[in-house]
């Protein structure tokens, strides 16, 4: 008796589990929740999308689409919170970001009633899951996205014929950004145009918005007419020199800030309206190599060697030489060697790139590394290839062709792929899914970029699930 005797006592109040947020997320991506729901107003919520999962700043959940009361599709994003409160405890209410937020879900309601608005007022519905009705059972690998309609049909094509598909898709982005830098070229003229994207590409997609800024305040004729102190200008008007206390730097970089404000201090009340405000600048999720600070001493670094760049980029993008006759096969004869090297010549110039102080600094602030580093790197100067100079060139020559077997495209199709992003694995979960030959589709950039319109044209535009897209019956006819 005395081995087997125990006291028991009941616990007086059970409470189901409450999964973490990130728990939630998953089991919400997966549909473990179901897609139908009735909103805290008695609203009929259905969820026609679940969107793509954001794994950066922002809500939860990005391009989703729900209907209300059986009405045409709202697209937009949908966050997911502990408490019903969370939206106005975490600032939802007031964060940019959030704007375009057209569900808010949560698992426990709060005493008191409030309404849940965006920062322009605007009314975000409501919709209160219950936990305790999931099943214990829980897969953690939940994919990014989910795989579309269209991956039947892309599985069953050979290799040549998806490779066909996502060069013609290539081909039209490339046209597309071409047309777009020719109308800027119109506008602003070729070099201006040329540094504004050059510009714009070194911010990426985190900062992308203040370097474009930065270039337009501070256009290339004007720091080329102050080259001497188109780096304090630059880190200025940037807003990095609003600390006029050197005490706050690392000895082995106050030469080099004091060097700064004594080329910006004669400039600084001229243009102090033009300064960018701090909030402008993402920092977090941005790889210390890729630190904006960096990235904005590689511009002013261009902007001294701008006729060094030119001339290469002039010597590079000559695709009408005199051609060789064809071959018995049609065929346009390949580049020579010293064509070849002629090609290669923006990428080394950007490669290349040196500065005193940040091939061995992350910041201003930072410690000196004992190891020397690039200031722009492969995977980025194959992005300002892909994005600014292939397009400026064709913008820039009427007769350059982008179709297969012209020399432009033989070059731009043999870019390899440097890295991936977010926005390329969500397209490639879409349009593959588990398909073995997914990531041989993505080794070259001429092939992400199709990928990448193939998205924005065709599950970008679609509110229904994949139930109305023409993309998968395009392909099963696709020749």
């Not at 070229?185 to 918005?209: C, M, P």
């Not at 920092?283 to 904006?292: E, F, K």
């Amino acid at each position: 008796m005395r081995d087997t005797t125990r006291v028991h006592e009941r616990a007086l109040f059970v409470s189901p589990r409450i999964p973490s947020e990130l728990e939630l997320q998953a089991r919400w991506f997966a549909g473990d929740f179901g897609k139908h729901f009735v909103s805290t107003t008695g609203d009929k919520i259905d969820i026609v999308q679940f969107g793509v999962w954001n794994r950066e700043a922002g809500p939860d959940f990005r391009d989703a689409a729900i209907r209300i009361n059986g009405s045409e599709p709202i697209r937009g994003c949908i966050e997911i919170d502990l408490l019903a409160r969370s939206w106005e405890t975490h600032g939802h209410a007031t964060n940019p970001a959030f704007e375009a937020t057209v569900l808010h879900v949560f698992v426990e309601r709060t005493d008191r009633e409030f309404f849940t608005r965006t920062e322009s007022n605007r009314n975000v519905p409501q919709v209160c899951i219950d936990p305790s009705a999931l099943p214990e059972v829980f897969n953690a690998n939940v994919p990014l996205a989910r795989p579309g309609r269209c991956q039947a049909p892309l599985r069953d094509l050979p290799e040549e014929r998806v490779c066909s598909v996502l060069d013609a898709s290539a081909q039209f982005r490339l046209r597309q950004k071409a047309n777009r830098i020719r109308t800027k070229i119109d506008v602003h003229g070729r070099d201006e145009t040329l540094f504004q994207e050059i510009g714009s590409a070194l911010g990426y997609k985190e900062n992308k918005l203040p370097f474009t800024l930065l270039a337009q305040r501070l256009p290339l004729r004007l720091l080329r007419e102050n080259v001497e102190n188109c780096e304090a200008l630059l880190f200025g008007v940037a807003g990095f020199l609003e600390t006029p206390d050197l005490d706050v730097y690392k000895k082995s970089a106050r030469g080099y800030v004091r060097q700064l404000w004594d080329g910006w201090w004669p400039h600084r009340d001229d243009l102090r309206r033009l300064i960018l405000p701090v909030k402008s600048w993402r920092a977090s999720g941005t790889r210390p190599l890729n630190h904006p600070q960096r990235r904005l001493a590689a511009l002013a670094i261009l902007v001294r060697e701008w006729s060094v760049f030119r001339r290469s980029m002039d010597s590079a993008g000559q695709f009408r030489l005199p051609s060789p006759q064809p071959s018995p096969t049609g065929r346009v004869a390949p580049f020579s060697r010293r064509e070849k090297a002629r090609m290669r010549a923006p990428h080394n110039f950007l490669t290349e790139l040196e500065h005193p102080f940040w091939n061995f600094h992350y910041t201003l602030t930072s410690q000196a590394s004992p190891k020397k580093m690039a200031l722009i790197g492969d995977s980025r100067v194959a992005d300002i290839l892909a994005n600014v100079l292939f397009p400026f060139w064709v913008a820039h020559d009427a007769e350059a062709s982008t179709a297969p077997g012209t020399r432009l495209w033989t070059e731009y199709a043999k870019l390899p792929a440097q890295l991936s992003n977010r926005r390329l694995e969500t397209a490639a979960t879409r349009l593959f899914g588990n398909d073995p030959r997914r990531k041989q589709f993505l080794r070259t950039v001429a092939h992400q970029q199709g990928l990448l319109q193939i998205y924005e044209d065709f599950c970008m535009q679609d509110n229904s699930d994949c139930a109305q897209c023409p993309f998968p019956e395009q392909m099963a006819k696709w020749v």
